[in-house]
């Protein structure tokens, strides 16, 4: 399925930039395009899956899977065989590295699968319900891979439409990095305004609804520095999910897309064959010394939590054994190994395992709207509420005013009880930058280790030096100290 949804995908790249004179009265195979080759609500809806596609390579792939965590306190790397592995933790990565230039790649071929959806014509038989449906989702898609690449590279070219002049197919870098965050809020509002609060039909679950576009607004505007718009969005959201009182329930195939806690989920099947729809999070991320899925083991080991991350728990902290072995199947697991991406039944086959990747979850959203509420040194006592909403499912004592935390302080509990809740779920990076606390973290998780973060590795990577290269628009426009 993954294969087929590519090659969709790329199909569609093609047919939206070919074009040749029309012969006699038939349609040229050469002048395809959107407006004379969608003719029925399911052609469109099959370009808009090739959108959706790609939020599996964004997000779950074999290289981007660990952009966000390592060179953080809670994820390093196992096998320091791979350079590229190493390069990430100890920041001498450069601009060829190849990690970014996937990811990069990847987040620009969803933005065209999704500009295609954005520029429907006026004149396509399908309904305006659908239409305006299609749109709003596709609008929705098209933040997210523009906030991948905001929030990883900075500013950034920007495309949006399908049908690109030749003089625009070089385009220069954003003016600023607002001019980016302007589009993606736009299309979050755009996508919370028109799409549902949850879709009806159980072969519509897994798509964007308001509710998940209110949830990403609110993640945005936090890192973007806007508290109070963040908040507006988050307050859409809160009331409406729960927590499960079972950690494993939130990653367990068997609670897909219940939308209990989980907002939004990139989807992934276990398809029985290596390479196609099946995800690799259990193959990657699953505990060591068993021989990995080549030998029906779980997990090759790769890379996992730190010891750091591990000792920062209390010990009554039922997340610390909820989340983590120590040992698994006889063998011990120094640092531990993350429960987070165990399936149960298909976790021991290659790169095929049935586990969604969960972009966003509720427990994220009540830390979101307090950190917000903190930010706002807001005096209504909710920001103790939703810290400690997340904190007694894990059975830790409330934080209450009478502890007398200023904004600071409760801004470190704020950020540890995130490392607590979201290890692993390509959160990290992006806390410690919105924190300011990146090479604070570092130093304190590795000390001794000789990591030495450049002024501005604290903030954004180096835009992938082949892109630059091909586009002669941003030809010696490299971010600073790369």
Request: net charge negative.
């Amino acid at each position: 399925m993954k294969k087929l949804l590519y090659i969709i995908s790329i199909t569609f790249l093609l047919v939206s930039s070919m074009s040749c004179e029309d012969f006699l009265d038939e349609t040229a195979k050469s002048s395809l395009t959107p407006e004379n080759s969608f003719t029925t609500a399911e052609d469109w809806d099959a370009a808009l899956i090739a959108a959706y596609a790609k939020l599996q390579e964004v997000t779950g792939e074999k290289l981007p899977i660990v952009l966000g965590e390592f060179g953080t306190d809670e994820v390093q790397p196992y096998d320091l065989s791979w350079a590229a592995y190493v390069e990430l933790m100890y920041y001498t990565y450069t601009a060829n590295h190849p990690f970014l230039y996937n990811h990069y790649v990847f987040c620009y071929e969803g933005v065209k699968c999704a500009n295609i959806i954005v520029d429907m014509p006026d004149n396509t038989s399908i309904s305006n319900e659908q239409k305006n449906s299609m749109i709003a989702q596709a609008r929705f898609l098209r933040g997210i891979f523009y906030f991948e690449l905001a929030r990883m590279y900075g500013r950034v070219p920007i495309w949006t439409s399908a049908s690109v002049d030749k003089s625009e197919i070089a385009k220069p870098r954003s003016e600023s990095v607002d001019e980016v965050y302007e589009l993606i809020t736009e299309d979050l509002h755009y996508a919370a305004e028109n799409l549902p609060e949850q879709w009806t039909e159980s072969n519509d679950k897994g798509r964007a609804t308001s509710y998940a576009a209110n949830a990403l607004l609110g993640r945005v505007y936090l890192q973007w520095g806007k508290s109070a718009k963040a908040l507006e969005a988050l307050n859409k959201v809160i009331g409406n999910f729960h927590l499960y009182q079972n950690y494993a329930d939130i990653f367990d195939p068997e609670h897909k897309n219940e939308e209990y806690e989980n907002i939004f989920e990139v989807q992934w099947s276990h398809s029985g064959y290596w390479g196609l729809e099946g995800s690799i999070q259990s193959s990657y991320w699953g505990p060591r010394g068993g021989g990995g899925p080549t030998a029906g083991g779980f997990g090759w080991g790769g890379f996992g939590p730190t010891q750091y991350l591990y000792d920062s728990y209390d010990n009554n902290d039922r997340r610390k054994t909820e989340f983590f072995w120590t040992e698994y199947k006889g063998i011990v697991q120094s640092p531990p190994a993350t429960k987070k991406y165990y399936d149960a039944n298909y976790g021991n086959q290659i790169e095929d395992d049935d586990l969604n990747y969960i972009y966003m979850r509720y427990a994220d959203v009540l830390l979101m709207a307090s950190e917000a509420l903190n930010n706002l040194d807001d005096s209504s006592g909710k920001k103790y509420d939703y810290l400690n909403e997340v904190r007694t499912r894990a059975g830790l004592a409330s934080i209450t005013e009478s502890d007398g935390l200023s904004v600071s302080e409760f801004s470190d509990v704020l950020l540890e009880e995130r490392l607590h809740e979201l290890c692993g779920e390509r959160h990290r990076r992006f806390d410690l930058i919105r924190f300011r606390k990146l090479n604070e973290q570092v130093q304190t998780a590795y000390p001794g280790n000789g990591i030495n973060i450049g002024s501005n590795q604290k903030t954004v990577y180096p835009i992938p030096q082949i892109a630059i290269d091909a586009n002669d628009a941003m030809k010696g426009d490299q971010n600073p100290g790369y």
